[in-house]
């Protein structure tokens, strides 16, 4: 099946740092999804990209899906401590395949 | 609305017991899923359905059963519980086209 890899693992930045996680194909994607599990939570939806090339905005959130849809990532701007928590990037419709996801540590 | 809701929260079995996680939306959801959520190891799909009487198999089926019979319920049923199979269990739920899925809260299920 298809499979999703994301990178990296973990992530500590420093308070108002910039954070970005990276996922990868080798096959094209038909979208990809990202959510958001803080800890002791369940995954929450942020966004779904579907289109080469987009780019989508949330807040201090950026969203990018490649031009050949093999490829995102996810960038957050000047972080937050309301920003920690597991980001995971995912691929599908009837079911999702998730990426092994990036613990994003923030240090105050 | 409720949204998705997933009962028990938290599960103790001994190796060979089986049970039924329960799932159930309130949202007239198509599409409805299972995950286990293990350390390193990301959200695995393993089960998965598009419609009431349709599932299929994910990633990790081995050991577990779902049936949809209605669209508001979609149970997991685990057959002769194994230590591997302890874990976070989450079910999902989705439009049909529309992308993201809701999430319940998850079940903790342990394995003796």
């Known amino acids: 099946g298809q499979q999703v890899m994301q990178i990296p693992q973990y992530q500590h930045v420093q308070e108002g740092e910039d954070f970005t996680t990276y996922c990868n194909s080798s096959?094209?994607?038909?979208?990809i999804q990202w959510y958001k599990q803080r800890p002791g939570g369940h995954p929450v939806f942020l966004i779904q990209l579907v289109k080469s090339g987009e780019v989508k905005k949330q807040k201090r959130l950026t969203f990018q899906f490649g031009e050949a849809k093999k490829n995102s990532s996810l960038h957050i701007t000047a972080t937050q401590t309301t920003d920690v928590g597991t980001y995971f990037c995912?691929?599908?419709?009837?079911?999702?395949?998730f990426g092994k996801g990036t613990h994003l540590i923030i240090q105050p | 609305n409720a949204g998705v809701t997933q009962t028990p929260k938290f599960q103790v079995l001994k190796t060979g017991q089986s049970m039924t996680l329960q799932c159930a939306q309130d949202m007239n959801h198509e599409y409805m899923s299972w995950y286990r959520q293990d350390p390193g190891m990301g959200l695995r799909l393993i089960h998965y359905s598009v419609g009431a009487g349709i599932t299929d198999q994910g990633e990790v089926p081995n050991g577990y059963n779902v049936s949809r019979s209605t669209t508001e319920d979609f149970p997991l049923r685990l057959l002769s519980a194994a230590p591997s199979q302890t874990s976070v269990y989450f079910c999902?739920?989705?439009?049909?086209?529309?992308?993201?899925?809701?999430f319940g809260s998850g079940t903790r299920l342990t394995v003796v």
């Open positions: 096959t094209t994607l038909s979208n």
């Open positions: 999902a739920s989705s439009r049909q086209g529309s992308g993201g899925y809701t």
């Open positions: 995912a691929e599908g419709a009837d079911g999702l395949t």
